[in-house]
């Protein structure tokens, strides 16, 4: 990988890692399906309006059910799913769960794509999941279904994030990342606007909660997707899904930065695994291993 594709992943990362205290911050007033309109809605807006300006509508309707399919799979479903789970559980403990997505991402990649696994970029997702796991294994508790149910959803957030990497590497190599972003969003928003109005909350939505929702659908949906589809075409779509191995560390931060939370020993050697397994998984650091899977 390039040194140029390694910051775009390590950008990307740090706007994906604020995504979930937006969330958090956001849901409280908005309720699930409302502030999923107002993410992808206004990301889509301004995404439009982007491709309007550079007249690229051609490549918008050249893929256009490529695209609506990746609206569904990378956006309604796994974006929902995460705005469920912040209700019941900890923003870190969700950050976490995400970093699960380069797994599901890479055996997607091969059962689907036949994506070849060095044996060191295998290692490298072992040595992530392993910091996944170190960070993660006091945080999970039980307690009620709810709970349950949102561990569950945020796997299944992950999932949905491996098929839509896959799926775009196969039919949407070449398109225009612009185009993509744009119409992805537009066929989410027409996905959840039927539930986001039936739910539209009927109290006064606070300007920290609006503030968070705007954050959220311009800087953490808009430009880090431009981002993340322009590493899907340069570097693939296994090797893109890492991504979510930095997303936890830089969720630390912010919270340890703006929230003022703990940050002790446990949360310092996971960073370290981390941030070694994604530079393995992704290539960037190589093993001299023969083994290919």
Request: overall charge positive.
């Amino acid at each position: 990988m390039k040194a140029h594709d390694l910051q775009q992943l390590f950008l990307l990362a740090a706007i994906w890692g604020s995504s979930f205290l937006f969330m958090r911050l956001a849901v409280v007033d908005f309720g699930t399906w409302p502030l999923m309109l107002v993410r992808v809605g206004v990301a889509a807006i301004t995404m439009l309006s982007v491709v309007a300006w550079q007249r690229k509508w051609h490549a918008l309707r050249q893929y256009r059910w490529a695209i609506a399919f990746v609206g569904v799979v990378n956006a309604a479903i796994p974006f929902s799913f995460f705005v469920y789970a912040t209700q019941y559980l900890p923003t870190g403990t969700i950050a976490v769960i995400n970093a699960m997505t380069p797994l599901f991402g890479a055996l997607i990649a091969r059962l689907w794509l036949g994506e070849h696994l060095s044996g060191s970029r295998l290692i490298g997702l072992i040595v992530g999941f392993s910091g996944i796991v170190f960070l993660v294994y006091d945080k999970l508790f039980f307690h009620d279904h709810h709970q349950s149910l949102a561990v569950l959803a945020s796997l299944g957030a992950t999932i949905s994030y491996g098929i839509a990497a896959s799926f775009s590497t196969k039919y949407l190599k070449g398109a225009d990342p612009i185009a993509v972003t744009a119409g992805s969003f537009s066929s989410a928003t027409l996905c959840v606007l039927p539930l986001a109005i039936w739910f539209w909350p009927q109290h006064p939505v606070s300007m920290t909660a609006w503030g968070s929702a705007l954050s959220l659908a311009l800087l953490c949906t808009a430009v880090a997707y431009i981002i993340f589809y322009r590493l899907v075409a340069s570097i693939g779509g296994a090797r893109s899904v890492t991504v979510t191995f930095l997303v936890p560390p830089f969720g630390i931060i912010w919270g340890v930065l703006l929230l003022n939370e703990p940050f002790g020993l446990n949360e310092l050697f996971s960073t370290a695994l981390v941030l070694v397994g994604t530079l393995l998984a992704t290539g960037f650091l190589r093993l001299r291993l023969k083994s290919t899977l």
